[in-house]
Nanobody
Framework: QVQLVESGGGSVEAGGSLRLSCVAS?????QGWFRQAPGKEREGVAA??????SYADSVKDRFTVSQDNAKNALYLQMNSLKAEDTSMYYC???????????????????WGQGTQVTDAG
């Protein structure tokens, strides 16, 4: 098991930027960011694994996932935010993962409590 704590959410106008952070209690193999809006299913946003990263089509070229292994930290830089990016964002991690499933929420057993991103417009 691993504990995950997210931070960095907030209210931002369309076109703005936010950086989300997630600190894990121990190192894991794969980490990802997911989001879930009210009444919608949880969707994969971006994930990072030992040999690369993967993004949902809706955030490609706007969001960047990165990690700092020394700090067991995962980040999500979100630029050019849109109203439809409003959601609760969750960090997820696991010790085993399949690259083709890296953006599927059932690939992960460990989740943070979430951090809210809201359109200020």
């Amino acid at each position: 098991q691993v504990q995950l704590v997210e931070s960095g959410g907030g209210s931002v106008e369309a076109g703005g930027s936010l950086r989300l952070s997630c600190v894990a209690s121990r190192r894991t193999l794969c980490q990802g960011w997911f989001r879930q809006a009210p009444g919608k299913e949880r969707e994969g946003v971006a994930a990072i694994y030992p040999r690369g990263s993967s993004y949902a089509d809706s955030v490609k070229d706007r969001f960047t996932v990165s990690q700092d292994n020394a700090k067991n930290a995962l980040y999500l830089q979100m630029n050019s935010l849109k109203a439809e990016d409003t959601s609760m964002y969750y960090c997820a991690a696991d010790f085993r993962c399949v690259r083709s499933r890296i953006l599927l929420h059932d690939e992960y057993d460990n989740w943070g409590q979430g951090t809210q991103v809201t359109d200020a417009g």
